[in-house]
């Protein structure tokens, strides 16, 4: 006999809220004409903002586990989720006008929007394997398809081809070393693994499994040596998909890595670290130095996000809750930087003008000198560069680093982001001392400049006030 | 009065300021930009005079402290205050962006209000790095103001401005990233950013080595001591006369700060194991570096070299105290070394600044920097010629200049510690001489070397009003230097109290 109880659905309430307006929306969608075709839009950001509130109003102070133990929601989850629907949110608004100008803005790239965020909403509340491994591949189906979204582009569609067999690669590799896990606890449950993984550290079917999950991850993250996908997909999607896949989905795959990691296997602190730390090393070294030599920026920014993992993963490996709390702000940092520097590239590209080389930015301070000091912002906040909120990131897991006595990690760290401030710093060359190429009005609307000031600012206000996200990224820990 | 912020405003009105006239840049009109720029620089200057009248001569406790929470999570502190060293230098700081303001008047007439808001968020910048007393708060400042600078080098440089400003920004970058990690190790051993507490705090010799080591990295090349100066040359040669002045009258006088702030009161032991390093670089720096100034054959490198070399004896002033204090036991004769490098500073943010901006006047004139074009210029210029002479003569050190006070502090106090320290530091005397001297013969005397000199005009009131003022400075200083030595005091004092103290 099964034991059936009525699960208490209150905390999946913004989950279940995001399926069913995505599911009206699709529906409603094929009942409208292209011209009204915004009313999809406005529906598709009144959704997140409905599950913002819905998660804000039900976040509670404590830890709440419902259907058999499959789902938690605690405040980690809650305030990661809320930056997921404000980055969401965002990258619609940046999206309009890009689509709008190549025939792309349907109702598909919202539905397919939303979904991906469903799927880093279950992501983030997992709690047990399935779960994650159901959200994850939820967020992977929508971005492959959004990859693909421009169907005559062949290079959107190369970078779909690419990053769904990729993909694929790299799930198969997580589920492997799920079910070796799955083999010695006996469970799904993270509670359970952790539990079993405390009284055998030494198992080595848990060890292989666990190398095999962090391979997995190590695939999603985009951390060298699997961040081949990386470089090609940002290039060839779409720039609003890139921004999309670029900001949000880290803050999900940060939350897939703690949850796993952290609360499941836990007590293998030792065995992860270590690899940890060779991932890490090996990102920011390869990411800043590649991202030397591009040309063009989608690719330059993929090069730099590489680098930027490097950083998420310090703090992670430090195995503390400090070190936990760090890498959680620079995940959230970085997610606004990046959405920032894709968004800078949208606004500055026009119908049949994609302005994604870095060529395309020169003499922007003659074009636009308010653009330009934006994109200055955003390029030293990615550097790290004080006043901006970029230097708070980097000093935080920094700090975490040097408090587990690893100062040759925190020196390596450091030595390798001098290297890439040179390319940010080329950006900004390119727009302040060289002459313009381009003599095009920019064509962007009122709405992405707003946005985009907004986005910039933010990054020199949070640097100027940085407390209070600290705070928060520390007390949900 | 007392109850003003007055260090926040110090720092924070020019950046204010700053925004200001970038936005007044909008609107097109460049005279009212000049206006307004120039108004913002006196008001920062105007506050910051309090700061000299209303100082405490007695004490060498932080005066005009602000203590507010800022990052609570990691203890960071919006924390400034200042002391004997650092109140000169915030004045220095004041006084050099007026300058620069009106020396760029009419010669920037592109982009004049990013030009002009650059400088007075760099002077904002500049303030908090001498006033911070909060690690995370130096760090931001010190970072900070590299921004603008590196813009003024690439906007409004020469011909290699885009490698000179580049080289220029990863240079000290670099140094600061080992800064940074120093200062994140002392957090996590006082258990907060406090400077003041990384200055009471026991450390062992290694760690001591070490934090001594990250932090000469990112001092020395701010300094810039040689083997890592060549950032420099590059820097001032290509950057605009505003920029030139701002580097070799304030920037390189952080790194300076940095080392009184930082290395030795913090790592006192470490100060006394590897003093001989220090030493021997200032050492080179003075003897080799002033060797070097003597074949440039353009004006801006040569000054530019000379600014090492004398920043070569401010480094060799503060290292002095552990040799001194070893022959004789105290450390009254080193307050004297000390003393007269912290001058130097001053007086070389005066005579550098001063230099530069008579090669500004040449250049805006002639759009050369190079010694070969001119020559006989007191012919055309006589006035200008007048304070060309007297610079070159600051600047190599002659009595009755700021210039001489320093030297010659520094050099008795070398005879204390080393009769060869003292020997390679005066060749100085000779080495300055040449090169400032020939320079001046080479561009101010002598015949009428072409038709260009021929149809150079004097400098007009504004510049003679800037020139002039620096002029009157460096006589001032030169004959009475007891107003800034006072200030120095009690700090010195203390501070070398804590150089000897043994923190093992």
């Known amino acids: 006999m099964v034991n059936f109880e009525i699960p208490n659905f209150v905390p999946a309430m913004p989950e279940i809220f995001v399926l069913t307006m995505a599911c009206v929306i699709l529906i409603f969608d094929l009942f409208i004409k292209d011209n009204d075709r915004i009313v999809t839009f406005v ?24 259907f058999n133990d499959t789902f938690v929601s605690d405040p980690m989850g809650n305030v990661l989720k809320v930056f997921i629907y404000l980055i969401t949110a965002v990258v619609f608004i940046y999206s309009r006008q890009y689509l709008k100008q190549r025939g792309l803005f349907k109702g598909e790239y919202f539905v397919l929007g939303l979904f991906g965020v469903l799927g880093m909403m279950v992501m983030v509340s997992a709690h047990s394997m399935l779960t994650l491994y159901m959200g994850l591949e939820l967020l992977s189906l929508s971005l ?44 799904l449950d993270l509670a359970t693994i952790s539990s079993v993984v405390a009284q055998n550290p030494d198992n080595i079917i848990l060890l292989v499994g666990l190398a095999f999950t962090v391979v997995g991850m190590a695939f999603k993250l985009g951390a060298v040596p699997f961040h081949m996908w990386i470089p090609d997909v940002y290039h060839g999607a779409p720039t609003s998909v890139t921004m999309y896949i670029g900001a949000a989905p880290k803050i999900a795959a ?109 003499g922007l301070n003659e074009r636009s000198p308010w653009l330009a000091a934006m994109m200055m912002i955003l390029m030293f906040s990615m550097a790290g560069v004080p006043p901006t909120v970029g230097f708070y990131a980097k000093l935080s897991v920094l700090q975490s680093i040097v408090q587990v006595d690893m100062v040759w990690l925190a020196v390596t760290a450091v030595i390798f982001s001098v ?39 933010g990054m020199l206000a949070l640097g100027i006030f940085p407390a209070a996200l600290m705070q928060w990224c520390i007390v949900v820990m | 009065m007392s109850d003003l912020p007055l260090l926040s405003l110090v720092i924070w009105l020019p950046i204010i300021g700053g925004l200001m006239v970038l936005a007044l840049g909008a609107t097109g009109n ?34 005009f402290v602000e203590h507010v929470s800022w990052i609570p999570a990691f203890n960071v502190f919006y924390h400034v205050g200042i002391d004997g060293v650092s109140m000169p230098l915030i004045l220095l700081t004041t006084f050099t962006t007026i300058l620069v303001v009106i020396a760029a008047w009419e010669v920037i007439d592109h982009k004049t209000a990013q030009y002009m808001a650059c400088f007075l968020i760099m002077e904002g910048m500049m303030n908090g790095v001498f006033a911070a007393l909060d690690a995370v708060l130096f760090y931001v400042f010190w970072e900070g103001m590299l921004i603008p600078m590196f813009l003024v080098i690439g906007i409004w440089g020469g011909v290699r401005r885009v490698y000179a400003t580049i080289k220029f920004f990863l240079y000290t970058f670099f140094g600061s990233v080992f800064l940074l990690i120093a200062l994140i190790y002392l957090y996590f051993q006082t258990g907060n950013f406090s400077i003041l507490d990384f200055q009471a ?88 570096i002033g060797l070097v100034a003597l074949v440039q054959e353009d004006m801006k490198k040569l000054v530019a070299y000379s600014s090492i070399s004398h920043m070569g004896f401010v ?91 320093g030297e010659f502090f520094v050099i008795l106090s070398a005879f204390q510690a080393n009769f060869w320290y003292a020997f390679l530091a005066a060749t100085t005397l000779i080495l300055g001489a040449a090169y400032s001297l020939w320079l001046v013969k080479r561009v101010v005397f002598g015949e009428v070397k072409n038709e260009n000199v021929a149809a150079l005009k004097d400098i007009n009131a504004r510049e003679t009003l800037v020139l002039g003022s620096l002029a009157m400075l460096i006589l001032l200083f030169g004959i009475w230097p007891a107003p800034l030595l006072e200030v120095m005091h009690p700090t010195v004092e203390h501070l070398l109290q804590q150089a000897v103290t043994s923190k093992l």
């Open chain 2, 30 to 63: 460049k005279s009212l930009v000049r206006w307004s720029s120039l108004a913002w620089a006196i008001v920062a200057f105007v506050v910051s005079i309090p700061l000299y009248t209303g100082f405490n001569l007695s004490t060498h406790e932080m005066q």
């Open chain 2, 315 to 405: 480094t060799l002033g503060f290292f002095l105290v552990f040799g001194i204090y070893q022959q004789t036991g105290s450390t009254s004769g080193a307050a004297l070394g000390m003393e007269g490098a912290m001058v130097q500073m001053i007086s070389h943010g005066f005579i550098s600044g001063a230099m530069f901006l008579c090669i500004g006047v040449l250049y805006d004139r002639m759009h050369s920097r190079r010694i070969s074009d001119y020559g006989g210029v007191a012919n055309t210029m006589p006035w200008f010629a007048a304070f060309m002479v007297f610079f070159a003569m600051a600047n190599a050190g002659l009595p009755g200049t700021s210039g001489f006070v």
């Open chain 1, 254 to 362: 940060f939350a897939m890595v703690m949850r796993l990691l952290v609360e499941g296997l836990g007590d293998l602190h030792s065995h992860w670290q270590s690899m940890l730390v060779v991932l890490a090393i090996l990102s920011i070294v390869i990411g800043n130095v590649v991202a030397i030599a591009q040309t063009n920026i989608k690719r330059m920014l993929a090069y730099s996000t590489i680098s930027h993992v490097g950083f998420i993963l310090l703090g992670i490996l430090s195995g503390t809750e400090n070190g936990y709390s760090a890498s959680m702000f620079y995940v959230v940092v970085y997610s606004l930087m990046s959405m920032g520097g894709f968004g800078m590239i949208i606004v500055l590209s026009r119908s049949g003008f994609e302005a994604d080389n870095i060529d395309d930015f020169k």
């Open chain 1, 144 to 187: 492959y398809a959004m990859v693909a979204f421009q169907r005559d582009s062949l290079s959107s569609t190369e970078a779909a081809m690419k990053y769904f067999v990729l993909g694929a690669l790299a799930s198969g590799m997580l589920l492997y070393g799920m079910s070796l896990l799955y083999g010695v606890a006996a469970s």
């Open chain 2, 201 to 288: 705090v026991q450390l062992g010799l290694t760690a001591q080595i070490l934090i001594f080591l990250s932090f000469l990295i990112a001092f020395a090349v701010k300094v810039p001591m040689w083997p890592v100066h060549t950032w420099l040359p590059d820097a001032h040669v290509e950057a605009p006369t505003g920029g030139s002045v701002i580097l070799a009258a304030i920037m390189l006088k952080l790194g300076a700060y940095g080392f009184l702030r930082f290395m030795l009161p913090i790592t006192p032991d470490a100060s006394s194991e590897l003093d001989w390093l220090v030493i021997t670089m200032s050492l080179v720096a003075v003897v080799y």
């Open chain 1, 419 to 457: 290297i890439g401030a040179f390319y940010y710093l080329r950006i900004i060359k390119t727009m302040y001392f060289d002459k313009p190429q381009e003599s095009a009005k920019i064509e962007a609307g009122m709405d992405m400049r707003i946005v985009i000031s907004l986005n910039s600012l």
């Open chain 1, 43 to 66: 529906l598709a950001i009144g959704t997140l903002v409905g599950a913002m509130i819905l998660t804000i109003s039900l976040s509670e102070n404590a830890r709440v586990l419902t």
